[in-house]
């Protein structure tokens, strides 16, 4: 009887799109609004690696290409970063996650709760080195999968 129970529930985490698996909604598609950046620094070419893709899909399963207690994360077909396309996402609580996205060197942390269907927090870029902490408004607001987000006025600022 247990053990019908453990299955149905390992069964129910592994759902496509079932945001009630905890902080993960596996298989669920995003698009990245992200706010401005305060304070507002030019950082040249470095910029590019404070961009998301402008939408991901989550994985449908732990592992793979990264921890095992992680879920990868892939733009979509035409939503990818000038250079971050891939990214990990991590369950801190029943409703909140980080979601990563970075080189191994730099890159930006969203570090996000539930809020309806979507997801709202803060962006953080991070570097190898030292540099003026940053911080941004993100939305991830769930999307259909396998097209970019579009519509709406452009998900970056």
């Not at 698996?21 to 040249?44: D, E, I, N, T």
């Not at 992680?70 to 909140?96: F, H, K, T």
């Not at 979601?99 to 190898?128: C, H, M, Q």
């Not at 408004?137 to 709406?152: D, K, S, Y």
């Amino acid at each position: 009887m247990h053990l019908g129970i453990l299955l149905l529930s390992a069964l129910r985490l592994a759902t496509p799109g079932d945001s009630g698996a905890g902080a993960v909604p596996v298989g669920a598609c995003f698009a990245v609004h992200l706010g401005s950046w305060v304070p507002a620094r030019a950082w040249g070419g470095d910029s590019i690696y404070t961009m998301p893709p402008r939408g991901f899909r989550v994985a449908t399963r732990r592992g793979g290409t990264v921890r095992a207690d992680r879920y990868a994360l892939r733009a979509l077909a035409g939503a990818a970063g000038p250079v971050l396309d891939r990214g990990e996402w991590v369950a801190i609580s029943p409703d909140s996650a980080q979601v990563l996205f970075g080189t191994g060197f730099s890159g930006v942390l969203l570090t996000v709760r539930r809020y309806g269907a979507g997801w709202r927090g803060i962006a953080s870029p991070f570097w190898d080195f030292p540099r003026t902490r940053q911080t941004a408004p993100v939305t991830l607001t769930r999307v259909a999968c396998g097209e970019a987000p579009h519509g709406g006025g452009a998900p970056h600022r």
